[in-house]
Nanobody, 125 residues
């Protein structure tokens, strides 16, 4: 069974870049047809799909976050990474990595099969 674990700093200052890593076990991030996404949930709000990296390395981003978001991977370490630049307090959220076995409709959050436990990130000076 695929397991995902997010890691990174819990506190980021405004205007800085948020950097998170998702370590995957029990499966390879290069497995054909799999999509690996970053999803966040601000306090009191719903889940928001941020972007994804597919099994072949292709990247996809939410239009609302595309200008500030970068998703990459390290196939040797079986990890994916998220960078979100120019953060504000509105970027405070629990950040999740998740995966599903299709690259169709990546923004449909209900279709993700496996999730990490999430990591809290607070943006504050």
């Amino acid at each position: 069974q695929v397991q995902l674990q997010e890691s990174g700093p819990g506190l980021v200052k405004p205007s800085q870049t948020l950097s998170l890593t998702c370590t995957v076990s029990g499966g390879s991030i290069t497995t054909t047809h799999y999509a690996w996404s970053w999803i966040r949930q601000p306090p009191g709000k719903g889940l928001e799909w941020m972007g994804a990296i597919a099994y072949d390395g292709s990247t996809y981003y939410s239009p609302s976050l595309k200008s500030r978001t970068s998703i990459s991977r390290d196939t040797f370490k079986n990890q994916l990474s998220l960078q979100l630049s120019s953060v504000t307090p509105e970027d405070t959220a629990v950040y999740y990595c998740a995966c599903k076995d299709t690259t169709q409709a990546m923004g449909v959050i209900d279709e993700y099969d496996y999730w990490g436990q999430g990591t809290q990130v607070t943006v504050s000076s």
